[in-house]
């Protein structure tokens, strides 16, 4: 479905279930016999919201019957899964690298279902901004508020479609 200026939908839909194929990729490298990423929230995330497209990547049972269908389908799964993985191990380092090096306000586009915010070991004084689309934020945090989880840094959400003027909104 193609966005428009002033579309609406729910998790499971547009923004959102790209956001829920993410996590789903981070929940299946997380219960990975050898992960490379911890992401406990992940699979929170993709519980949640129920079964959908993003199933595939966390759903042994529902990628062997894709599997049956078209075997190529196990491939590009793993490579996606790997490719998510991969991503998120490089910005945890990089952030956790930054703030060791004294660096207290991170700032997050398109945070989507990404819950750095309430997973890394964050410094005291740490201010974390997540920007992205309001029902994206709203669902991620009554998920984890769901769950008790609490962040690990202080977090400031800001709810925006990307599409305006984010800037402005950060620096309100």
């Keep these: ?3 428009t200026d002033n579309d609406s939908w729910d998790i499971t839909q547009s923004v959102g279930s790209t956001a829920l194929g993410v996590a789903a990729a981070r929940a299946a490298e997380t219960e990975s016999e050898n992960p490379l990423i911890n992401d406990p ?5 993709v519980d949640a919201a129920g079964a959908g497209m993003w199933s595939i990547y966390a759903d042994p049972a529902l990628l ?8 190529e389908v ?3 799964t793993q490579l996606m899964v790997d490719f998510m993985a991969t991503r998120t191990a490089f910005f945890d380092e990089f952030f956790l690298g930054a703030a060791d ?10 945070s989507g279902l990404d819950a750095r915010s309430w997973r890394l070991p964050w410094p005291d ?5 997540e920007l992205d689309q309001p029902k994206v934020l709203d669902f991620k945090t009554a998920t984890l508020r769901d769950h008790g989880a609490d962040p690990t840094a202080q977090l400031v959400t800001i709810p925006i479609d990307l599409r305006q003027d984010w800037p402005k909104a950060l620096q309100d």
């Design 1 to 3: 479905m193609p966005r």
């Design 41 to 45: 929230f992940a699979r929170v995330f």
């Design 64 to 71: 062997a019957k894709a599997v049956e269908i078209e075997p």
């Design 74 to 76: 196990r491939t590009q």
């Design 101 to 110: 090096a004294g660096v207290r306000q991170v700032v997050i586009l398109a």
């Design 125 to 129: 004084g740490t201010v974390v901004y």
